[in-house]
Structures are given as structure tokens and as C-alpha cells.
């Protein structure tokens, strides 16, 4: 460790009994401290936070007739609700900032995203460090059923036929969106007045795969006669191997004020088998639904020490 004369900080002037007090002294040690607040260094501060993750996930029962729920509609009005009529509804639209490619989400409910929405509320100030999405698919087959058929969703998040403009039948999809947004401190009911914090979209889930590795036996040289052998147990995981895609948005730095409800929204497509006038939507097909699909957000924040 560096040797150091004293373990002051902000200043090298020492103003105690015995020692001279003066207008320059002062003037000098008033300067230090405005020179180190106006560019404090990280090792002041970084110890006063501490970090703290939000985990939260759904998981749709593998049955009929389940719904839509827990995502809704990001329009509101009579159109999906039968009641109210529209011009009692406060909030015509749950969440700005979903942009998707081709959709016209005013047109018609086949045009209409679905969000699935998380309020938090911060008592204190916080820093949004980092917000992680993971969609998880699996290769699970229902062998109960008459006719077996997949029950997790499986989708390869591609375009299907009829494009949209610029893609291609079999392109990577760009139809989802994150959205961080926070409710206005004097119109906390009113999604018009909301702070758009964080958000990302049009980019292409498939870029966003994790790795998948093969849990199941094989053969191998080293043991004898070469017969198989496996690596885990059960020897083979009943999903299939670990699969989908993670979303990692990092190193944020968001501050949130005080007394904040924060909405943190996963904006998926409209869930029609088609939609706009170009897109076939992958997302519901007849043999990978996405309602049958595992879905987690996990938002990392550091919180104050006091």
C-alpha cells in the first residue's frame, strides 16, 4: 500500500487547536472540496450500495382454454373489453415505446401487441444496474394425448410467410420488445405520462440464443469395450437439452427517484396466426404455441446503505 501522510480525503488543511486559521487556509481547503465533489471518485460512493435482484417469471398450465392472461392487450379500450365503453377509459394505451415491425396496433385486434407487466415501487432511491429476459423453450412431447403433440413452446422465432418489408420468408424475427417505463410523479395512473427509462427492440431474438448443450448418453473410447455412459442423471432430462434465448441489457446506470413505481413489460406480437397485411406469426402455430411458454425477468438494482 502507498504511504500516505494522513488519511484526509477531501483536503490536506487541518483546521484544530493549535494551529492558524487564515483566509487563505480557508480558501484553499473550500477549493479542494469543490474540485472533489464536482468529479467524485467511484471508491467514494461505491460501497453504499448494495445489490439486490427482482425475480420474476410465469409459467402457462399445459391446458385448454387458458387465455391470454397474464398478458393483456397494450390497447385498451372496447374493442377487447366489452366494458367500459371507450370514452371512460383513462388508459387507451398500457405502454409507449413498443415499436414492431409492420404492426398497426390502432387498426383491428389481430394488429394488437400483448404485454405482460410487472409494477415495482421503490420507497428509497435506486440505481437500475441491469434487466435480464429469458425465453425458454423445450422439446417436451405429450404422449398421454390421442395424437402427441408439443406441449412447450418450441418456436424458432423466424419470420413465416409473407414477410415484412425488408425480411424474407425464414429471417430472424424482430418482434419483441423490453420496456422499462416509470409512472409520473403527478399523474401516476396516466400510462401517457409515463418516463420511458429503458428500452429495446427491433433487434433479432435468435442473435440472442444461449448455448445449447446435449444431456444424453454416447459412447465413448476411454472405458471398457466403449460402451455408452452418461454424464448426468437422469441419463436423459425429459425436456431435451437446455434451450431459447437470453436478453442481457447490462451496465445500465439508471437512477430511479424516490417513491417510484417502476413497470418493467415484455411486449410480444399479436397473438393471431396472422397479422398486418404481410406477417404469418411463428409465435402461435398449431404445433408451438407461445402461451405453453416459460417465461422469466429478473431486474438487478442497487439500493443504498444507510
Known amino acids: 500500500m502507498a504511504y500516505k501522510k494522513h488519511p484526509r480525503e477531501i483536503t490536506n488543511q487541518q483546521f484544530s487547536t493549535g494551529t492558524t486559521i487564515d483566509g487563505s487556509r480557508i480558501d ?43 398478458f393483456l392487450p397494450i390497447k385498451n379500450d372496447d374493442a377487447f373489453t366489452l366494458d367500459p365503453p371507450p370514452e371512460v377509459i383513462q388508459n387507451p394505451w398500457r405502454i409507449k415505446a413498443c415499436d414492431m415491425i409492420d404492426v398497426q396496433p390502432n387498426a383491428a385486434a389481430a394488429n394488437c401487441q400483448y404485454a405482460w407487466t410487472i409494477p415495482l415501487y421503490f420507497a428509497r432511491p435506486v440505481i437500475v444496474d441491469a434487466i435480464h429476459v429469458f425465453l425458454t423453450k423445450d422439446n417436451a412431447t405429450d404422449t398421454t394425448a390421442p395424437t402427441p403433440a408439443i406441449v412447450e413452446y418450441n418456436g424458432p422465432f423466424l419470420y413465416g410467410a409473407n414477410a415484412p418489408p425488408g425480411s424474407s420468408t425464414g429471417d430472424n424475427s424482430e418482434d419483441l420488445s423490453i420496456v422499462m417505463h416509470v409512472d409520473s410523479p403527478f399523474a401516476p395512473e396516466e400510462r401517457s405520462q409515463n418516463d420511458i427509462e429503458v428500452v429495446r427492440n427491433r433487434f433479432q431474438i435468435n442473435r440472442e440464443n444461449f448455448t445449447q448443450i446435449p444431456w444424453h448418453s454416447y459412447a465413448t473410447s476411454t472405458n471398457a469395450g466403449g460402451s455408452a455412459w452418461t454424464d448426468m442423471l437422469p441419463a436423459q432430462y425429459p425436456g431435451g437439452g437446455p434451450a431459447g434465448s437470453a436478453i442481457i441489457l447490462d451496465d445500465l446506470n439508471v437512477p430511479i427517484h424516490a417513491n417510484a413505481r417502476v413497470r418493467l413489460a415484455m411486449v410480444i406480437p399479436p397473438l393471431s396466426l396472422t397479422f398486418g397485411a404481410r406477417i404469418t406469426n411463428t409465435w402461435s402455430s398449431s404445433v408451438s ?17 444507510v
Open 28 to 70: 484553499d481547503a473550500m477549493s479542494d472540496a469543490v474540485d472533489r465533489l464536482n468529479d467524485v471518485p467511484k471508491s467514494d460512493i461505491a460501497t453504499r450500495w448494495t445489490q439486490s435482484q427482482y425475480v420474476v417469471g410465469f409459467s402457462k398450465p399445459n391446458a385448454v382454454g387458458i387465455g391470454t392472461q397474464p
Open 289 to 305: 404455441t407461445w402461451d405453453a411458454a416459460y417465461y422469466t425477468m429478473v431486474l438487478t438494482v442497487l439500493e443504498e446503505i
